[in-house]
């Protein structure tokens, strides 16, 4: 009765993770022999964790990563020209503690969503918030805030948080509207939060994408100055999985004939 009245206490007060780990407790006779400092520390231990799991989880749904992708598992052939040691540096996320920007830049089917996808994955398991946006999306995005009256709240939005992932940027050129637009975001995001870019033309070709000299050189003083930049190499992404995946299916036809 005791134990059904402390399960009933926990569940109100959403101690979730506290339900879990008494509950197996109880299940277990072994539990028996342990002093009650060490089991309630199990039990604090594992709500922590069962929060933590949450907000991280949160943190994941709210960014809308197009990827589901992580830093265990990138390919680090030699043809892609991944420098391993700056992946791991950036997967301690000091960059984004330093209001340090990231560049990925690469031909199409490269991986490059898949990095900046990997990126924010990093960023949300050590709790920071993200969001993901096509550069045609979010442009599209403005346009309509600013028929609705909601601009303001999507560049406080913006601006706010933690980390901004741009992808497919400059995938056409931009107008001098559109080149306002980004600039707009990308200063009111300066020294205030990490922005991470994904354009399949290298850095030192933005300039041209971007319809204003004026709007360009603001832009890329912005971003390039303060920014690590990967530049991923080799052959289609692509086309290896797809290989990989054809290769696989005829290994299993070969195995049961």
């Not at 991280?56 to 420098?83: G, H, Q, S, T, V």
């Amino acid at each position: 009765m005791l134990m059904k009245h402390t399960l009933e206490q926990l569940t109100q007060l959403k101690l979730s993770g506290m339900v879990q780990a008494y509950r197996r407790q109880i299940e277990q006779p072994e539990m028996d022999v342990m002093s009650f400092e060490d089991r309630f520390s199990l039990l604090v231990d594992h709500e922590c964790m069962v929060r933590q799991n949450r907000a991280m989880e949160k943190l994941l749904r709210k960014a809308k990563l197009r990827i589901n992708a992580c830093f265990e598992d990138i390919d680090y052939d030699p043809k892609r020209n991944i420098d391993r040691l700056l992946i791991q540096r950036l997967a301690t996320c000091t960059w984004l503690q330093q209001k340090q920007n990231i560049l990925v830049s690469g031909a199409s089917g490269t991986g490059k969503t898949f990095m900046v996808c990997a990126i924010g994955n990093a960023a949300c398991r050590q709790g920071y918030p993200v969001n993901y946006w096509r550069i045609t999306r979010l442009i599209q995005e403005i346009n309509a805030s600013k028929a609705d009256g909601s601009y303001g709240k999507l560049l406080n939005s913006l601006r706010k948080v933690n980390v901004l992932i741009l992808d497919d940027f400059g995938i056409q050129p931009f107008t001098a509207d559109e080149a306002r637009e980004i600039l707009e975001v990308i200063e009111d995001r300066n020294q205030i939060g990490s922005t991470v870019i994904a354009s399949q033309f290298p850095v030192d070709k933005w300039y041209d994408i971007l319809a204003d000299p004026t709007l360009a050189d603001a832009i890329l003083d912005r971003i390039v100055h303060n920014s690590h930049q990967i530049v991923l190499e080799g052959d289609s992404m692509r086309k290896k999985q797809a290989k990989q995946m054809s290769d696989q299916q005829d290994s299993s036809f070969l195995s049961q004939t």
